[in-house]
């Protein structure tokens, strides 16, 4: 009876698992194709915005727009790469850019926490993972930014490293995770044609459905010590959840995608806070290559400065609040638990810090 059990067991948590990859694969689907959409609404509109980039602070909230709008740190700094190489935009305004970038980049994890918005216990703890990867990207601006302006720190140390790397030349890295979605989201593209409309109503169904399935796989998996599985070996120590961060950031060229994937986790009760968040600081990292490759192969050394700018940046930012990570982490869980008494007050959150602020900001600012 104890074998009949066990096998039955066993069988279940393969049965789970199995959909569990299959929902997984959904999800990062339906990032991409939410991508694609966006690019079709904004991608054009991205480059000629940040094209008009006057100013620091000016570029500084244009990074947050133009990144927020197409879901993507890494097509914002690699589009400012492009055009600091072709000259259309200066070192000096670009760099802030890349700075507004990294806070424009977690609306994705944040938009993806909401599906789980009707049930109060699972999205207090998937809105506080998503929105301590904000609360650091705010807090590493808010300290390095003026820093920035004043002294020009990261242009100078940037520009040691681009005259470093100059003419080692470039390395094209195609991601296997891109490699099995971007044909899927092609056909589906061919299909309905360039209506994004209705190309981000499909990503958006696909990402509420893959979410709540992934949730519940994960609930049973969690009977399965899955949980144990994650704490002794992935997420065991801080080091090693950030290098796993940094490791499937550089696969999937996406840290909005390497954020998100924790989102259905800490909401399931998987992972803490603590364990989360050493592993966002991986995927800052690890966004930076995307950048930092494309600006190898133009050999422009103002590009590569840029690139390096945004890598010093990040470690600039992790050198400060990791030490001091119980202040982004005690102010998500704070706004996390006030954001659950009334549920307005995350829409409104992501509206106002990603879209408004920005916009108003630039208006002002011209």
Not at 185 to 192: D, G
Request: aromatic share 12%; with cysteine; proline share 3%.
């Amino acid at each position: 009876m104890r074998f009949i059990i066990n096998c039955y067991t066993r069988h279940k948590v393969i049965f789970n698992l199995i959909f569990l990859l299959a929902f997984l694969y959904l999800f990062i689907f339906s990032l991409e194709l939410m991508g694609t959409s966006l690019k079709l609404f904004g991608k054009g509109f991205a480059t000629a915005l940040i094209k008009t980039t006057t100013n620091p602070l000016v570029g500084l909230f244009i990074g947050i727009l133009a990144t927020s709008i197409i879901q993507s740190s890494s097509s914002t700094t690699s589009i400012v790469v492009g055009l600091v190489a072709g000259g259309a935009l200066n070192i000096a305004n670009a760099i802030p850019i890349i700075m507004g970038a990294n806070i424009g980049t977690s609306v994705t994890n944040t938009v993806a926490s909401m599906t789980q918005i009707n049930r109060s216990l699972e999205f207090k703890r998937s809105f506080s993972a998503a929105i301590v990867h904000d609360f650091f990207n705010l807090l590493a601006v808010l300290v390095l930014f003026p820093l920035q302006y004043f002294t020009n720190y990261l242009g100078h140390a940037a520009t040691f490293m681009g005259n470093e790397f100059q003419h080692i030349g470039g390395l094209k890295f195609l991601s296997p995770v891109k490699a099995i979605t971007k044909p899927v989201v092609a056909v589906i593209k061919s299909l309905i044609g360039d209506h994004p409309w209705i190309l981000l109503a499909l990503a958006i169904f696909c990402l509420l459905f893959s979410l709540t399935m992934m949730v519940k796989s994960l609930k049973i998996l969690i009977v399965s010590k899955a949980e144990g599985l994650l704490d002794r070996y992935l997420f065991k120590t801080a080091f090693r959840a950030f290098f796993v961060g940094l490791l499937i950031t550089f696969l999937v060229q996406s840290s909005s995608i390497t954020t998100s994937l924790v989102v259905p986790l800490a909401g399931a009760g998987l992972l803490t806070l603590i364990q989360i968040f050493p592993y966002t600081m991986g995927a800052n990292i690890g966004t930076t290559i995307t950048a930092i490759l494309a600006a190898l192969v133009t050999g422009n050394v103002s590009a590569i400065i840029v690139a390096f700018s945004h890598l010093i940046f990040n470690i600039s930012g992790i050198i400060i609040w990791w030490p001091l990570r119980s202040v982004p982490i005690f102010l998500a869980q704070k706004f996390a638990h006030f954001s659950t008494r009334n549920k307005l007050i995350p829409i409104f959150y992501i509206g106002f810090v990603f879209f408004l602020l920005p916009i108003l900001l630039i208006y002002i600012s011209k």
